[in-house]
Structure formats: C-alpha cells, structure tokens
C-alpha cells in the first residue's frame, strides 16, 4: 500500500495542512516542522501526488514550444541547440518542456496556439522566429497567456524577447569581405517573412551602401533556411555573368547547401569564392573548408528566454523585459585571403 500525505502527518505529530505546507517549503511553517515532516516522508518512502499537486496549484509545471517546421522530421541544428537549452533550464526549476512542430503560418499551428493559449495546457509558451506583424504574438498578448519570444516584431504590443542583432552581425560579415577587397557581394536572404530576415538583408544592404558599393538586384536571392535552398540559390548566382566573388547566406545551414554547389562547380571555396554565413552552429567549424560565420549563443538563448519565462509565470520582476545580444565575428577558411583589385573588375 503507498504512503499517503495523512499517513506523514500522523507519523510527525501535525495536521494534513500542515504536512503539506511543511513539504512545500512555505514560510508559515516552522523550520523545526519542516524538518520532522521532511524525515517522516523520507523514513516512510513517501512520494507527492504529481498531478494532485498541479491541480491545487492550478499550473501544470510544464512549458510549451511549437517549432515552426515542415514535415514530421527536422534537420536544422539551431533547433536542436535551442531546444537543448530550454529543456535544461526548465529541468533546473522543474518544469518539463512539451514540444510539438507545425509548419509556419498553417491552419495546424493557428490552432495549436489557440489550444495552447485558452486550453491551460501549460503554464507559458516560448516563440521562436518571429514574423512581420506576428499573429501568435497578437493571439497570446489577446489572450493574457505568458509567453517569451525569440526574436522582435512590428507593432505596438510590447512583449519579453530576447534577440540577436542580425543587422550588426551580418555588417560585420560584409564588412569583412569587403576589407578583403571583395566587391561583387551576393547575399542568399533568409525569408524576410522573418523579422531576423529583414534585419539581415537590411545590414547587408546598409554595409555595402556605407562603403559607396552599388548593389545589382539580381545578387540579392531569398531561400527558405534548409541546405536544398542554399544550394539552389547559389547554383542560380553562380550563373550570372559575371558571377560574385563572395556569397553572405542568411543561416549557416543554407551556406552549407551552397558550399556543395560551389564545390560541384569546381571552384575553391576561399580562392574562387568567398562565403560566410550566420548562426555558427556546430557543424559550421568541421565543413570543408570550415565555414566563416556570425556567432550567436543558441543554446545559452534557450536557457535565458525560458528563465525569463519562469519568472513570469511566477510573477517575479524581469531585469529587463527586452534583451538585444551583440554578435560576433568568426572567421575561418572560407573567407579566403586578401584578392587583387583585378579579379574585381
């Protein structure tokens, strides 16, 4: 037979109330009591009801994530490492991390997160790659459900997010191709569906405008973040006459796609071509050659906006509501070295 609350509380000399106040842990109850109803549970093997507890509290401890993918599978690494985050920092407060996957702007996640907001299902929701006037945004603001995001919006609701400033990152890789004398620069823009794809093509195109170069409409192509993408879109640039000496891809994955193009043309990528992308995720730094690339901490972001999103549920202050991390630059062999002036022209 299993032990119950009633049988600790006989055991330790208190009521039930006090039992169950005592395990826990709030302040009304003495440290004494605390003490003798904490060894009583132990010595009797005692173990809580979970889902009475959840039920009392009205919280089901538990942590929402719906990955914006297609298909029931997913390879894009920045999703691993971010989940790998959330679900330790909810582990470290004991929450646990439910995920589900619908692909972006569906009728699956419109309901999802409908479910998710009015349902109770959990206690908040994290939001990642945030869209141009984002409807999940509206509805969970609409809905007074709690909720961090990954990444800025438009409009005026204010909300919590925690975001990378891709506009500085992807400067710096401009920058940085172009101080080593390149001039005819493509980018391969994720989808400007995507806040962080507006905020990526606007750095490119502000960096290359400060350093008076003009931009050519058709080195400018949008993929959709996948390898399949990257490398279609290269393979289209690439057949432009004159072809760019350097390439900036929104994501690392798709820079990963359109190195294999590159390669199966048989360029050198860091002597035919330069290329770089933005995430650097692991994979980034064991390509061939490995990949320059703009870093932001994914998995230390999925601890911070699932932290800020315990504290919310707790109602505890945030020291700040909106975080803006500062990139930086890695650089390694697929930038190449220095090129003349007469490749330029």
């Avoid at 119950?4 to 208190?14: E, I, P």
């Avoid at 959840?54 to 919280?59: N, Y």
């Avoid at 920058?175 to 989808?191: C, E, N, T, V």
């Avoid at 800020?308 to 190449?336: F, W």
Wanted: hydrophobic share 40%; glycine share 10%.
């Amino acid at each position: 037979m299993s032990v119950t609350l009633k049988d600790v509380a006989a055991r330790a000399g208190v009521s039930v109330t006090t039992a169950s106040r005592a395990l826990a842990g709030y302040a009304d109850v003495s440290a004494e009591t605390r003490q003798r109803v904490a060894a009583a549970a132990t010595e009797m093997g005692y173990r809580p009801n979970v889902t009475a507890q959840r039920l009392q509290k009205q919280r089901t401890d538990t942590l929402g994530f719906i990955m914006p993918t297609f298909g029931p599978r997913f390879s894009d690494p920045f999703f691993s490492e971010f989940i790998a985050g959330i679900g330790n920092e909810a582990a470290a407060h004991n929450y646990d991390l439910l995920v589900s996957a619908h692909a972006p702007d569906s009728e699956g996640e419109r309901q999802a997160y409908e479910r998710a907001a009015r349902g109770g299902w959990v206690d908040g929701l994290i939001v990642v790659r945030t869209r141009v006037n984002d409807p999940r945004i509206q509805l969970l603001c609409r809905q007074g459900c709690p909720f961090v995001a990954f990444g800025r919006s438009v409009g005026e609701l204010d909300y919590p997010y925690v975001d990378e400033d891709s506009l500085t990152g992807v400067g710096l890789l401009v920058q940085h191709f172009i101080d080593l004398g390149h001039r005819r620069i493509a980018f391969i823009s994720p989808p400007t569906t995507l806040m962080f794809g507006q905020h990526r093509l606007q750095g490119y195109r502000q960096t290359m405008a400060a350093n008076g170069l003009p931009i050519q409409p058709d080195w400018i192509v949008e993929g959709d973040l996948t390898q399949r993408g990257g490398a279609e879109k290269a393979e289209q640039l690439l057949r432009l006459d004159p072809p760019p000496t350097a390439m900036i891809v929104g994501n690392d994955l798709m820079a990963i796609g359109a190195m294999r193009s590159i390669q199966q043309h048989g360029l050198q990528i860091g002597k035919d071509i330069a290329i770089g992308g933005f995430d650097d995720i692991p994979l980034s730094a064991y390509t061939n050659p490995p990949l320059t690339t703009v870093h932001q901490p994914i998995y230390d972001i999925g601890r911070q906006v699932c932290a800020m999103l315990v504290n919310i549920i707790n109602r505890r202050p945030l020291p700040t509501a909106h975080v803006l991390l500062t990139p930086t630059l890695i650089v390694r062999e697929s930038s190449g070295g220095p090129v003349s002036a007469l490749n330029e022209l």
